[in-house]
């Protein structure tokens, strides 16, 4: 009777490794594929990639939790050695992100939209630089 109950625990820890191999989310990240207007502060929480179409170089951004909104993240961006500070939220598909340089003015705000089919994992929109009159097109892909 052992014998059984070690081979049942070895199959069920076989089935956990497979799925988890198979790129089920870890415990707390939403599972599924959203729709644009179902994405979630939770779907936003990770590392981020931007590129901004004719402007070099590109960003990379860390969104997390927002430690006083709950349905809004924070974070950090990295843009060629240049970092900032964010804080944004989604909203019906609609992403709106502000980014600071020193932690009290706001220095360039995002604003876009989830790209509908791909399960919250892409965000288009503009970016614009405070005092710039001219708007850059960014693309953000989850890592």
Known sequence: MKRNSAVALLCAMLAA????AQGTPPAGEPTGCPRAMEVT????LGFWRADFGGRAPGATLLLEKHPEYALSVSGAINRGGERGQLTGDVEDGEFS???????INIAAT????????????????????EGDSR???FV???Q
């Not at 490794?17 to 988890?20: D, E, I, K, R, V």
């Not at 502060?41 to 936003?44: D, E, G, I």
Request: negative net charge; hydrophobic residues 35%; charged residues 25%.
């Open 17 to 20: 490794a497979s799925a988890g």
């Open 41 to 44: 502060q939770a779907h936003l």
């Open 97 to 103: 992100l502000e980014e600071s340089t020193n932690g």
């Open 110 to 129: 995002w604003i876009g939209d989830v790209v509908e089919g791909s399960c919250g994992r892409e965000i288009r929109g503009s970016w614009k630089a």
């Open 135 to 137: 708007e850059f097109q």
């Open 140 to 142: 953000l892909r989850k």
